[in-house]
């Protein structure tokens, strides 16, 4: 486990980087969302990023966030960027406080269903295959987002905020920064054909975070750069 001190100088290190990119992409930077991502770390550093002023971490797995939530501050929030196997909805219903991995017509309603019988409403965003890396989840075109975007927003429980994608790992930039612009092209198409507010755009990592910025990402997913390798 690293210590508060190399966490902090982590944490000034990809801050510096987020306000150079905005400043490259005239964007003002509190326009960009940083959130820690802690798979695979104990709850330790979940509750560093919350000391640090972070309100929400992100979570890969639902079985692994449901063992770390309760030893975290409890006004902690809890995202879901990792798949959602189907028969895992009811555990992310209950676990999570946003769920970024939306990637099926099928998926969504059973999450949905979930949802009702616990009574919440959980914010989604919808993946996207945007970079088209058959290693990657999330729907492959836009007929399949558009479907599964109609689905999701027939779903009561769930509120659809935006759209996620995660771009082949180690990809060279101009390829990241084709998915980057790929996903913004069909959130705005989305937004246009079904009147649906879809504010968030979940893109950029550690390695890619400059290329998502300036490509208009309203949420960025840092765990290596924070929180080192494990």
Known sequence: MLTREQFHANLA????RIGAACADAGRDPRSVLLLPVTKTHPAEAAALAFEAGYGAVGENRAQEAAAKRPLAPAALRWELIGHLQSNKAKLAAATFDRVQSLDSPELAEKLGRSCVEIGKTLPVLLQANAGHDSAKAGVADFDALLRLAETAAAC???????LMTIP????????????FDTLRGWRDTLA???GLALPQLSMGMSGDLESAIAAGAT????????????
């Open 13 to 16: 290190a990809v801050r510096a």
């Open 156 to 162: 009561p429980a769930l509120r659809i905020e935006g």
């Open 168 to 179: 082949a790992l180690d990809a060279d930039p101009a390829v990241a920064r084709r998915a």
């Open 192 to 194: 246009e054909r079904t």
């Open 219 to 230: 949420i960025i997913r840092v765990g290596t750069a924070l929180f080192g390798v494990r």
